[in-house]
């Protein structure tokens, strides 16, 4: 399932990956008595990096936050793009810090300002 619009001016592209079990346990929520069945999952694009590099990219995410201290939204942006090398694999990691406990976003003046706080 994908996902795309906007949240004020940031845009959002979304992609949500439901294995059978997912799929069976949203069924379940839903009262459907027969288990739906996982609808079959299109090739894996080329570019698709491994686990292991996401996880690698998430590290080297959360190091430049703690390592700067705080950035702008639009400036964490850019370094995370230049670091991933793609825009959407930016954005999936600032949504990844959003969430994070150890990174606290306030509003600015004109964008959000992301701070480590560990």
């Known amino acids: 399932m994908r996902i795309r619009g906007s949240i004020g001016q940031w845009p959002v592209d979304l992609n949500i990956e439901l294995d059978e079990s997912d799929w069976a346990s949203l069924a379940g929520l839903l009262g459907k008595a027969s288990p739906v069945e996982a609808p079959a999952r299109p090739a894996a694009p080329a570019a698709a990096r491994p686990a292991n590099q996401d996880d690698r990219l998430w590290q080297a995410a959360c190091e430049l ?4 201290g705080q950035l702008s939204g639009p400036e964490l942006a ?4 230049s670091l991933t090398g793609s825009e959407s694999a930016a954005k ?3 949504v990844r810090l959003r969430h994070n406990a150890s990174v606290k976003v306030q509003s600015g003046a004109d964008a959000p300002l992301y701070s480590w706080v560990d």
């Open 65 to 68: 936050l703690r390592e700067a």
């Open 92 to 94: 999936r990691l600032l």
């Open 78 to 81: 850019g370094r995370l793009e």
